[in-house]
Every structure is written in structure tokens, then in C-alpha cells.
């Protein structure tokens, strides 16, 4: 049995009061023993909200790191520098970061591979756009990401890891992917971890759906077999709607 995972991806959103104060709304409604709750705050508000989360279940997450331990990477955070932080995760190779900033298979590989080396749980994202989806490319492409972010990867590793299917088509954009498409996607996922590693680490593996995902649609998503949890974005800066999505993962659990 496989726990929930929620994870909330403030993206550059939040200054360190602001993050307290919104951690503070949060941990009365999120506190929970069935479901994994993770917020991911910018780095500049991780200080803050390590503060704010004292004695609370909720879980630290940054949105990146990078591979190296330390050395001349201007502008780039290492996993050790994060750890230090209470960091327990991070987001690695989200959409946002391969469309703007260039991040590559290769180094979403590098960087999920430093994260388990300190002990932190990378959240990889793959996902297709919506043109790839349209000519029929989704696992072709999918399956390709997945397989990079596993290279030189061991088996006990590849299972901590947590995979976030994220369509391009759906992040921020309002139009979830259906529970059907999600699920597909998100078996077939799983049948590539299978391919690599056998049974029990796909088994093991975590893989979330984001995009667009909100209280509505939340209980229909996570009642699919194959969906363990979502990667949240515009709706985790809402306590009650972050609220409304774990309850919904939690309840699913029971
Ligand atoms: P969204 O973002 O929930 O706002 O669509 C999800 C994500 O980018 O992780």
C-alpha cells in the first residue's frame, strides 16, 4: 500500500512572511497521518518556514537543487546547503524549469541523483505537451524522461524516488487532464519503473498527478489505482483548497 503524497509547488510566489503567515493558515487544516503533506516554498522562504513548521507533520520541500556539493555555480543551491534547512524533498526537471531555464534530461538526472545522495526525495516531473499529445508521442516522450531520470540509478534508490506526471497542457491552464488520461499515463509510468527495476520497485514508486489539479477534481483523480498523489500548484496557495485536496488523498487512504 502505497501512502499519498500531496505536494504543493508555491512556484516564485510568497516573500518569508508571507509564507509564514500562509503555513500558519495551513497547519490547522492539513495535519495528517494517512497522507503525505509537502510544501514547497521558494528557497529565500525556507528559513521562515522551517520556523513555521515546528512540531507540525507538514513536510519541507525545496523546487530544485543542484548536483554538485558546492564551487562555482552562481545562482544554483546544493542539496547540502537544503538539508541543513530541514529540506526533505525537492521538485526536479518541472516543466517550468526544462521550458525557461534549459534543464535537460541529463541534469534532471544529475540533480535527482544528488538529492537521494543527502537523503532528500527528489519529485521528478515529467510530461508531454499538448502537440506531442495531439500526434500520439505521449508515451514515446514520457517513457524517454522517465527512463533519463533513472540512469545509473540504483534499484533502493528508484524506489524512494517520486514522480509527478505534470501534461504541460494542464499546468496552470485550467484544463485538467481527464482521470482516464491521467491514469493511463500515469500505468504506463509505472510499467517503465517496472521495465528497469521489477516489480517491487514499481510496486514501491510514488507517482503523483499535477496540473491543474483542485478540490473538485481531486477525489476522482486519486481514486484511480495508479495515482498515489498530486503535485498542486495555483490551488496551494489556498489553505482551504490545499486543505480540501489532502482530506480527499486522505480520505482515499482509508
Ligand atoms: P497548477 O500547477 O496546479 O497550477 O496547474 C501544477 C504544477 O506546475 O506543479
Redesign the pocket.
Not at 494542464?170 to 491552464?173: L, S
Not at 499535477?210 to 483542485?214: C, E
Not at 503535485?231 to 496551494?236: D, M, N, P, R, Y
Given at each position: 500500500m502505497r501512502k499519498p503524497i500531496i505536494a504543493g509547488?508555491w512556484?516564485m510566489n510568497m516573500t518569508p512572511s508571507e509564507c509564514a503567515k500562509l503555513i500558519g493558515e495551513l497547519r490547522p487544516l492539513v495535519e495528517s497521518e494517512a497522507c503525505e503533506v509537502i510544501v514547497c516554498p521558494p528557497f529565500t522562504d525556507l528559513a521562515a518556514a522551517k520556523e513555521a513548521l515546528e512540531g507540525s507533520s507538514i513536510r519541507l520541500g525545496a523546487q530544485n537543487i543542484h548536483w554538485a556539493d558546492k564551487g562555482a555555480y552562481t545562482g544554483e543551491v546544493s542539496a547540502a546547503m537544503l538539508k541543513e534547512l530541514g529540506v526533505e524533498y525537492a521538485?526536479i526537471g518541472?516543466?517550468?524549469r526544462r521550458q525557461y531555464f534549459g534543464e535537460t534530461d541529463e541534469g534532471v538526472n544529475l540533480r535527482a541523483r544528488a538529492a537521494l545522495a543527502c537523503g532528500i526525495t527528489p519529485i521528478v516531473?515529467v510530461g508531454e505537451s499538448l502537440a506531442q499529445r495531439e500526434a500520439g508521442e505521449t508515451e514515446a516522450w514520457v517513457g524517454a524522461q522517465t527512463k533519463a531520470a533513472f540512469k545509473d540509478m540504483g534499484a533502493d534508490d528508484a524506489a524512494r524516488v517520486v514522480i509527478?506526471y505534470?501534461p504541460i497542457w494542464?499546468?496552470?491552464?485550467g484544463r485538467t487532464a481527464t482521470s482516464a488520461q491521467a491514469e493511463e499515463t500515469i500505468a504506463f509510468i509505472r510499467a517503465v519503473v517496472r521495465e528497469l527495476y521489477g516489480e517491487a520497485a514499481a510496486e514501491a514508486v510514488r507517482i503523483q498527478y499535477?496540473?491543474?489539479?483542485?478540490p473538485k477534481n481531486a477525489a476522482e483523480l486519486m481514486a484511480m489505482p495508479d495515482i498515489d498523489g498530486g503535485?498542486?500548484?495555483?490551488?496551494?496557495l489556498k489553505a482551504v483548497d490545499f486543505s480540501q485536496i489532502v482530506n480527499c488523498a486522505a480520505e482515499g487512504a482509508k
Open positions: 509547488n512556484k521538485i518541472h516543466s517550468e516531473c509527478a505534470e494542464a499546468i496552470g491552464t499535477g496540473g491543474s489539479m483542485n503535485l498542486i500548484g495555483g490551488a496551494s
